[in-house]
């Protein structure tokens, strides 16, 4: 099947920097990413919708200005927090579908970031 | 309106027993739905998926039942195995292309 990486699995930052959350689809062009938080024994949580060529979708509640996101070509977007702190500390999970248009979406392994 | 995550409920079962998950889903409209597998720090693993036009669908010792009636959906899985044991999810979305929408998980403990 599809595969999506994302790197890196884990990352530690410290409060007020910036951390870079890449995800690529590997063996197909994903025209529409979705991004995903999840917080321990937790369900996931959609955060943006990320279209290739043209502005992120945020849900309600999420800042748009603290979780940059860029999906600069059909393989790769990446998702920046900002200023991060430590309720930051999630896990974040992207999603892409296949440009030909099939329903499933392919996850990637996830990114582990604490902020101390 | 979206699933909202809570604590998880856990499902306990015997090595060798059949185990039943089951899902309440929110949007009368979806009419598409898979279940995850998520294992511990790894992102979801698709399982299996069914679409509106029908009610049930089989996999490799897994079944997938749909009820529109009541909008739940069920994961059977035979012969359960220690393998298994991981938290599952239900999602769900409308024409494919949109984002999925997660329930709120289960987890499931097998007992060798």
């Known amino acids: 099947g599809a595969v999506v990486s994302q790197h890196p699995s884990r990352v530690i930052c410290k409060s007020g920097t910036s951390v870079k959350i890449e995800c690529r689809s590997l063996?197909?062009?994903?025209?529409?990413m979705f991004w995903y938080r999840q917080f321990p024994k937790k369900s996931l949580m959609l955060m943006a919708t990320?279209?290739?060529?043209?502005?992120?979708?945020?849900e309600q509640g999420v800042e748009k200005d603290k979780f940059l996101i860029n999906h600069a070509s059909l393989t790769l977007s990446t998702l920046t927090v900002t200023s991060a702190h430590p309720e930051d500390s999630s896990f974040y999970i992207c999603?892409?579908?296949?440009?030909?248009?099939?329903?499933?979406?392919?996850f990637g392994p996830g990114t582990r970031l604490t902020v101390t | 309106g979206e699933s909202v995550g809570l604590h998880l409920p856990t499902l306990s079962v015997q090595e060798g027993d059949n185990s039943i998950i089951n899902c309440a889903y929110s949007?009368?409209?979806?009419?598409?739905f898979i279940w995850y597998k998520q294992e511990s720090g790894k992102g979801p693993q698709f399982i299996i998926d069914?679409?509106?036009?029908?009610d049930k669908r089989q996999g490799q010792r897994v079944t997938v039942l749909l009820n529109k009636t009541v909008k739940h959906l069920s994961l059977q899985i035979a012969a359960t195995q220690p393998g298994d044991s991981a938290v599952y999810f239900c999602?769900?979305?409308?024409?494919?292309?949109?984002?999925?929408?997660f329930g709120k998980g289960t987890r499931l403990s097998v007992i060798a």
């Open positions: 999603s892409a579908i296949d440009g030909k248009g099939a329903s499933e979406q392919y």
């Open positions: 063996d197909f062009q994903a025209t529409t």
């Open positions: 990320s279209n290739e060529g043209s502005k992120a979708t945020y």
């Open positions: 949007n009368s409209a979806s009419d598409y």
């Open positions: 069914i679409r509106s036009n029908m």
């Open positions: 999602a769900e979305n409308y024409s494919g292309n949109t984002p999925l929408v």
